[in-house]
C-alpha cells in the first residue's frame, strides 16, 4: 500500500493536484495552474486530426503537473493513484463518465468510479469520480466535496440540513438521515459577471474582488440585500443603473449593490425552509459576503458557519473519503 | 400653421423619421436607419478635439436624414416642426435634458421641452421632449407611447391600469384617474439576451426571431413559464442548460424556454395586481409571445391586448398629443 495519494481538482478553469500523506491527510506539496479542462479541451480539439487520443492528451497533460510537482516533493510520485472529480469526467473533460443518480449517499458508497491502470503514458492508476443528476439539474465535483465536508463537520445523522455551496454556479444541497435527496443549482456568480460586462449595467459597475470592502460598500450590499426582497429580479437589476444615474452610489458600492441583489435572490427563499438545518461552506473569496448576506437576512440563528479553510480542503477529503470506501469494499470482497 | 409634422423617434440602435398631416395623423412618408444615438454620440466624440459641438453634429445627421425624406416626400420639408422624444434628450443624446417627475398627466401638460429654433445647420424648429423618473426608475420615451397609447384606445379615467411596454427593458406603467403614478422597469429582454450570448447558456440555445414558432416551441415556452413560477430565476436559468444536457429539448425550442422563464418571471406578480386592468401594449416583433404569457398565466381576463400596429404609431401619436396641448396653451397665452 503506498503511503501517499495525489488528489487532483480539475475544474473548468483551473487545475489543482495535491500530494497527500494517506495516513494523516497531510498536506506535502501543490501544484496549481490555469489549464483547465475547458482550455485543455480546446487544444485537444485542434490536434484532433493528428489522431491522438483524448484520454491520452489529457495523461500527458496531467504526467507534466506530475514531474513539476514531483521536483517541489523531492522524490518520484509514480505509481500513487490519482483520484479525480469534478470537470474531468464531464463531456470536456478527460473521459465522460455518467452521472450518478439521487438518492446519493455521504459516505462515498453512490459514486460511480472509472478506474485507468497506470500505462506507458502515465506511470500513475487513476481513479476518475462521476458527478450527480437529479430530473432536472447537475453537478460535478460538488458531491465529492459534500462528502468531505459531512466528514469534517461531523454531522449528526438525524439533522435535515441544506448544504450552500457558493460559486459561479452555486449549490444548495438537501440531506436528510446523512442522504443526498435533492439539490439546486443558482447561477449567481455568472449573471454577476454577464451583466457587470456585457448587459448596459456594465456602465454602471467596477467589479473586482481582493480589495479591501469599505462600510459605505458594505451598506451597498446590504441594500442590494433588502432590494432583493421588494422586488423581482429582473426589475431589481434596472435600479443597479438608476442608482449610479441618480449619483446614489459609485461604481464599486454599485458593483456591491449588484452583488447583494444577486446572492439575497438566491439565499431568500431559504427563509421558508425552517425546518432545515442551514450550513453555509464557502471558501475564502467569497466567505464574507454570504456571511453578511446570511446575517442581513436574519438566517444567523438557523446557520452553521463552516470556516473557509475546511471548505479549501473539502475536495481532496471527499476524494479521500470515496477512496478509502472502495478500499474496505475491494478488501472485503477479497476475503 | 404649417399642415405637416416631423415626427422622429431617435433610439439607442435605431433611427425613424415620419412626415405626418397635421390634421388626420395620415402618414405620408418615412426614413428609417440604423444610426441609432449611441453610433452617432460615437461618432461625435471621436471628433470632439475637431471643437463641433454636440448639438450641431446631431443637427448635421438629423439634416441628412430630412434630406433623403424630402425627396422620398418630393416637397422642401424646410419649416417643419420636427418632434422628439425618447434618447435624443439622454446624456448620450443631441442635448441632456432632466426627467420630469411624479405623477405624470397623460394629456402631455407634465412634459418638459427643450424648444431650438431652426437656424442655418437645420432649417427647422425642434421641439425635444423629456423622459420621466420616479425615486426609483427612469424612461425616455415611453411615457410618449403611453400618451399617444391613452389617446387611441381612449381609456376611461375611473379605470386604474398598468401599462405593459415589453421589449430590451420591458416597463410597467403603473395608472390611476388618467395619471401615470409610478412604473418600473424589468430588464427581460436584455437579461435574455445576454444570457444567451455570454453564460454558459449560450452552447445550450439557438436565439433569433423572424422564423416561424413550431407546435413544440411553443410548448417549451410554456413550460418555461411554470418552470418560473415553480422556482427562483437565478435556479429556473440553470435548468435552461441541463434540458440540454438531458437531450430534452434542441436549442431552438430551449432559446423559446429560456424566453419563457424571462417572460413569465417578468408578468407573474401580476397576477396579485388583481384591481388594476392590464393593458398590454406590444409591438410586432414581441406580440405572439407576450400573448401567449398572458394566456399561460390565465391573465386573459383581466388584460386588454392593443393591436401591435397601434402600439406601433404610438410614439408619433403621443408626440403629435403633446406638441397639440402646447400649442393650445401657447395660444391661450397669446389671446
Known amino acids: 500500500m503506498n503511503k501517499y495519494l495525489l488528489c487532483c481538482d480539475w475544474g473548468t478553469t483551473s487545475f489543482r493536484l495535491q500530494l497527500i500523506n494517506r495516513g ?10 490555469q489549464n483547465g479542462i475547458g482550455q485543455t479541451y480546446d487544444i485537444w480539439k485542434q490536434r484532433e486530426q493528428s489522431g491522438i487520443e483524448r484520454i491520452t492528451f489529457f495523461k500527458e497533460q496531467l504526467k507534466n503537473q506530475i514531474d513539476a510537482l514531483s521536483i517541489k516533493a523531492g522524490f518520484s510520485l509514480d505509481n500513487i493513484t490519482i483520484l479525480m472529480s469534478g470537470m474531468a469526467s464531464s463531456s470536456i473533460g478527460m473521459q465522460e463518465i455518467p452521472y450518478a443518480q439521487l438518492p446519493f449517499a455521504l459516505d462515498g458508497s453512490d459514486v460511480l468510479i472509472k478506474y485507468h491502470e497506470a500505462d506507458e503514458t502515465l506511470p500513475n492508476d487513476i481513479m476518475l469520480f462521476s458527478g450527480v443528476r437529479s430530473s432536472r439539474d447537475v453537478m460535478r465535483g460538488e458531491e465529492t466535496q459534500l462528502i468531505g465536508l459531512a466528514e469534517m463537520i461531523d454531522l449528526s445523522m438525524d439533522i435535515d440540513a441544506i448544504f450552500i455551496l457558493p460559486g459561479t454556479h452555486s449549490k444548495h ?26 448587459s448596459i449595467l456594465k456602465d454602471s459597475v467596477t467589479a473586482g474582488l481582493g480589495t479591501q ?18 422586488s423581482e429580479i ?4 434596472f435600479t443597479v443603473r438608476t442608482r449610479q444615474l441618480f ?4 461604481k464599486k458600492q454599485n458593483a456591491m449593490y449588484l452583488s447583494g441583489i444577486l446572492i439575497g435572490s438566491e439565499l431568500r427563499q431559504l427563509n421558508r425552509e425552517t425546518n432545515w438545518q442551514l450550513i453555509l461552506c464557502c471558501g475564502q473569496n467569497l466567505h464574507a459576503l454570504y456571511q453578511k448576506a446570511i446575517e442581513t437576512l436574519q438566517l444567523s440563528k438557523s446557520t452553521i458557519i463552516v470556516p473557509s479553510e475546511t471548505v479549501d480542503n473539502a475536495a481532496s477529503a471527499g476524494q479521500i473519503r470515496i477512496f478509502e470506501f472502495q478500499n474496505l469494499l475491494l478488501n472485503k470482497i477479497n476475503l
Not at 491527510?25 to 495552474?33: F, N, T, V
Not at 442590494?224 to 421588494?230: A, D, P
Request: glycine share 4%; charged share 25%.
Open 24 to 33: 494523516d491527510q497531510r498536506l506535502i506539496a501543490e501544484q496549481i495552474s
Open 173 to 198: 444541497l438537501y440531506i436528510e438521515k446523512g442522504v443526498l435527496v435533492d439539490f439546486k443549482t443558482y447561477m449567481t456568480g455568472e449573471v454577476f459577471n454577464v451583466m457587470a460586462n456585457y
Open 213 to 230: 470592502i469599505t462600510a459605505s460598500e458594505w451598506k451597498a450590499f446590504e441594500d442590494g440585500i433588502r432590494e432583493s426582497e421588494y
Open 234 to 237: 429582473l426589475n431589481a437589476l
Open 247 to 250: 449619483d446614489l452610489l459609485d
